[in-house]
């Protein structure tokens, strides 16, 4: 029996599987991991309800270490996953999980369109600059100058700016810097680099972008609290049944 049947308090170990994280030691998955099952128990929503969904790479094993459902599924698509289930069953709590490639790369025009739809999930993207599971390979937020094997001298590309194009596509999002000590040792500094941000959070996406544009990008806390209402699930939804539009179809 676990906690949520025998009534018992849900705690963050209500949460996790018993699967074991293989990422490196020190990588920055393992707080957001510990921060996602701390959340989830303070809202108390039991671990049958909520489903983790998420494309590939270290950050996207997440579903496999939480006990709740999850969907490992293809690279970049998480996203497009996720609407489609929140939609079937607006009833779940939908989490997504993932990195700067999966979310910004290959999955980047998922990303405009779940910001713009706003369908009522949270995105957690853990943003290390750096394709971490494939050893290395720059990624849309590394700094045009990252010096490395696979990019030397850097890719001279100036990088993308996540919050302010999801602040531009309509969004409320959650980013995580979160360090790859393996690919970017440099990250390790990142820890004393951070600091609260200055200012109080505002609701005003354009003054929000400009903070963030003008800032050192280590503000942390809540930056911007958007009010945009998510997409109302029963929008134009009629029960047909698929017997309806083969009709429909009929030659
Ligand atoms: C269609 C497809 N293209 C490429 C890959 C190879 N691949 C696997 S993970 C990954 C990038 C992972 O980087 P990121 O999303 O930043 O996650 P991290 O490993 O850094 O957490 C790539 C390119 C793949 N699995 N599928
Ligand atoms: S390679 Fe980087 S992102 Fe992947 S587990 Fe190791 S430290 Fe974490």
Same mark, same amino acid.
């Given at each position: ?89 607006? @009833? /779940? &709590?939908?989490? $997504? ?5 999966? *979310?910004?790369?290959? !999955? ?11 369908? @009522? /999930? &949270?995105?957690? $993207? ?5 394709? *971490?599971?494939?050893? !290395? ?12 094997? /696979? ?101």
């Amino acid at each position: 029996m676990n906690d949520t049947a025998a009534g018992a308090a849900l705690t963050a170990q209500s949460y996790k599987s018993s699967y074991k994280p293989i990422w490196c030691p020190g990588c920055g998955d393992y707080s957001v991991l510990s921060s996602i099952t701390k959340a989830l128990a303070m809202i108390a929503v039991p671990p049958e309800q909520v489903v983790v969904v998420s494309g590939i790479g270290c950050s996207s094993r997440i579903p496999a270490y939480t006990s709740c459902y999850g969907f490992h599924g293809v690279h970049g698509r998480a996203l497009a996953a996720a609407t489609g289930l929140k939609v079937a069953r607006p @009833d /779940l &709590t939908v989490l $997504v999980t993932g990195g700067d490639g999966d *979310g910004y790369s290959i !999955g980047g025009n998922h990303f405009l369109h779940a910001c713009r739809r706003n369908v @009522d /999930l &949270t995105y957690i $993207v853990m943003d290390n600059h750096v394709y *971490g599971m494939t050893k !290395g390979q720059p990624s849309p937020t590394t700094e045009p100058d990252w010096d490395s094997k /696979l990019s030397p001298g850097g890719t001279g590309v100036r990088s993308f700016h996540p919050l302010v194009i999801a602040l531009a596509s309509g969004a409320n999002f959650v980013e995580v810097l979160s360090p790859c000590v393996t690919f970017r040792p440099d990250q390790r500094e990142w820890k004393k680099q951070v600091h609260p941000a200055p200012v109080a959070a505002t609701d005003d996406p354009a003054r929000a972008a400009r903070r963030i544009m003008t800032d050192d990008g280590f503000n942390i806390g809540v930056l911007y609290a958007g009010n945009r209402s998510p997409y109302p699930m029963h929008r134009g939804s009629t029960q047909s049944m698929p017997s309806d539009l083969e009709a429909e179809f009929e030659l």
